[in-house]
C-alpha cells in the first residue's frame, strides 16, 4: 500500500553540524506534508509545513525541501544543538474515507554529540 | 495560548477492564483528532471530529473503542474491554481551519500513556 517512510531511522550529528533528515513518500495525490518533532514523554510538536506548489520553506535553523518528481522530502536543521534530539516524523496529509488523514512515517531518531 | 490537554497522563490496568481518555483542545478549534501510537511508531489515526460529528472513524475498532464530543469542545476516547495490545500512547490533536482543505495544521497534546497487564 502507500505509505510514507523514512530512509535513516537513526541520525548522529556532531554540535554544530547540519541535520539533514529524508522521507520518502508514495502518493502522488498528497498535497501537504509536514514535519514533527517528538522528545521523550511528549506528544508531536509542529516543525514546518509545505505545501505541494512549493519546492522549499524556511522557518528558524530548519528548511524543508520537496522534490515532487522523486516523491522525496527533507528536513534540514542548522547547526545542530542538543535540544533538538528527538525523534522526527514526517507526514502527509492526504484524502481517505471522505477526509484528509495525517499519515505518519516510522520516524527517525536525531542524537547530537555535544 | 494554551495548547492542547489531556488526562490522565498515564494509566495501568488489566485487559478486559475499562478506561477512558479525555481531551480538551485548543480553544476555536474545531477539528479533534485521536492518535494511537504504538512504541517505535508513528501515530496512527483513529478518529476524526468537526465540531461534535464524527468525519471519520474508519480505522476506529468500533468493537471495543468509542469515542464523543458531545459539545463540539472537549472529547473523551473509551476503550472496554482492553487488550494487551492497546498499550500505547493515545495522543489527541487539534486544528483550525486551514486555507483549505487538507492543509490544516494539527497540533498535539501529550499523550496518555497506557499499560494493559
Known amino acids: 500500500g502507500e505509505s510514507v517512510g523514512l530512509h535513516l531511522p537513526t541520525l548522529s550529528v556532531q554540535e554544530g553540524d547540519n541535520s539533514i533528515i529524508n522521507c520518502a513518500y508514495s502518493?502522488?495525490?498528497?498535497?501537504?506534508f509536514i514535519w514533527y518533532k517528538q522528545e521523550s514523554g511528549k506528544g508531536p510538536q509542529f516543525i514546518i509545513d509545505?505545501?505541494?506548489?512549493?519546492d522549499k520553506r524556511q522557518g528558524q535553523r530548519v528548511t524543508v525541501l520537496l522534490n515532487k518528481t522523486v516523491k522525496h522530502l527533507s528536513l534540514q536543521i542548522a547547526a545542530t544543538q542538543p535540544g533538538d534530539s528527538a525523534v522526527y516524523f514526517c507526514a502527509e496529509n492526504r484524502s481517505g474515507a471522505g477526509s484528509y488523514q495525517l499519515t505518519f512515517g516510522k520516524g527517525t531518531k536525531l542524537s547530537v554529540i555535544p | 495560548e494554551a495548547g492542547v490537554a489531556q488526562s490522565p497522563r498515564y494509566k495501568i490496568i488489566e485487559k478486559r477492564q475499562s478506561v477512558a481518555f479525555w481531551c480538551n483542545p485548543i480553544?476555536?478549534?474545531?477539528?479533534l483528532y485521536w492518535y494511537q501510537q504504538i512504541l517505535g511508531q508513528g501515530p496512527k489515526l483513529l478518529i476524526q471530529?468537526?465540531?461534535?460529528?464524527?468525519?471519520?472513524d474508519s480505522q476506529l475498532p468500533k468493537d471495543r473503542f468509542s469515542a464523543e464530543r458531545l459539545k463540539g469542545v472537549d472529547s473523551t476516547l473509551k476503550i472496554q474491554p482492553a487488550k494487551l495490545e492497546d498499550s500505547a500512547v493515545y495522543l489527541c490533536?487539534?486544528?483550525?481551519?486551514?486555507?483549505?482543505?487538507?492543509?490544516?495544521?494539527?497540533?498535539f497534546g501529550p499523550g496518555t500513556r497506557l499499560l494493559v497487564l
Open positions: 480553544s476555536g478549534h474545531a477539528t
Open positions: 509545505i505545501r505541494s506548489n512549493m
Open positions: 490533536a487539534s486544528s483550525p481551519p486551514g486555507t483549505r482543505v487538507g492543509w490544516e495544521t494539527q497540533y
Open positions: 471530529f468537526q465540531n461534535n460529528g464524527v468525519v471519520d
Open positions: 502518493n502522488s495525490a498528497s498535497d501537504y
